[in-house]
Structures are given as structure tokens and as C-alpha cells.
């Protein structure tokens, strides 16, 4: 685990990316599809807008990464909840 390397410019790359696609496909490509699927309208997407669920979906993953990596730091193994993600 010593020889373990990251490429952090190709880390924040992907990231940059995956939002950008995600940006584009539900939101110019086929917002009005998806909304339509889920059974959402225009007024009820600007009520909504406080809800915390997309916050929590992000900060999870991040906070049991930063475990992960601060793990590998220390020079240790990963905890085993870690492994799962």
C-alpha cells in the first residue's frame, strides 16, 4: 500500500467531467423528459429547492473517502466500511 499513487489532475478532470455531463443530460438534453418522468413541474421544482437530500448524497461519499485516504496517509490499512464504497 506504500507504492500507492494518485494522479490528482486526473482526479479533478473526471470530476469536472461527470458534472459537466450530468449538467447536460438533465438539464439541457432531456430536463423536460425527466421531469415529466418523475412527475415534476416548473412551480414545484422552485418550491422544493430547500431539500437537503442532495447535500447529504454528496457528503457521505466524501467524508468516507477522505477516511480512505487519510488511511492510506497514515500508512494503515482502510477501515473495512471504506472497502464498500
Given at each position: 500500500?506504500?507504492?500507492?499513487r494518485i494522479n490528482h489532475l486526473a482526479v479533478w478532470v473526471s470530476i469536472i467531467v461527470m458534472h459537466a455531463i450530468g449538467f447536460l443530460w438533465y438539464g439541457i438534453?432531456?430536463?423536460?423528459?425527466?421531469?415529466?418522468?418523475?412527475?415534476?413541474?416548473?412551480?414545484?421544482?422552485?418550491?422544493?429547492?430547500?431539500?437537503?437530500g442532495p447535500w447529504i448524497m454528496n457528503a457521505v461519499p466524501l467524508l468516507l473517502q477522505f477516511t480512505f485516504w487519510?488511511?492510506?496517509?497514515?500508512?494503515?490499512?482502510?477501515?473495512?466500511?471504506?472497502?464498500?464504497v
Open positions: 500500500m506504500n507504492n500507492f438534453l432531456f430536463a423536460k423528459q425527466w421531469m415529466a418522468m418523475v412527475g415534476l413541474d416548473d412551480a414545484s421544482m422552485q418550491e422544493d429547492s430547500g431539500d437537503f487519510h488511511g492510506c496517509l497514515q500508512g494503515s490499512e482502510p477501515p473495512a466500511y471504506t472497502l464498500l
